[in-house]
Nanobody
Framework: QVQLVESGGGLVQAGGSLRLSCAAS????????MAWFRQAPGKEREFVAT????????YYADSVKGRFTISRDIAKNTGYLYMNSLEPEDTALYYC???????????WGQGTQVTVSS
């Protein structure tokens, strides 16, 4: 199983930026995708973005496209979510997941809170 630890959340005002990190351990991440999700109180879990570890192919939810950028540092076995032009609607608990080739979610992080004030 892959162990994941998120960090970088905090309080930021609207229009600001924040970088989230997802550190992976336990096994090589080369055969995985790293996905970011978020969930606000009283709302369903929402997909944010994903990146294929081997080739860097990325995919974004429409709600964050053009504002968020997902990337990875292979040497550090760490993924990043750069969030720009943050809006109050982005307020949520953000967490990452490791997705295997066959689509199994092999690991989840504990989450990091992002709060965007008006």
């Amino acid at each position: 199983q892959v162990q994941l630890v998120e960090s970088g959340g905090g309080l930021v005002q609207a229009g600001g930026s924040l970088r989230l990190s997802c550190a992976a351990s336990g096994r090589t991440f080369s055969s995985y995708k790293m996905a970011w999700f978020r969930q606000a109180p009283g709302k369903e879990r929402e997909f944010v973005a994903t990146i294929k570890w081997r080739d860097g192919n990325v995919y974004y939810a429409d709600s964050v496209k053009g504002r968020f950028t997902i990337s990875r540092d292979i040497a550090k076995n760490t993924g990043y979510l750069y969030m720009n032009s943050l809006e109050p609607e982005d307020t949520a608990l953000y967490y990452c997941a490791a997705v295997s080739i066959d689509g199994v979610y092999d690991g989840w992080g504990q989450g990091t809170q992002v709060t965007v004030s008006s």
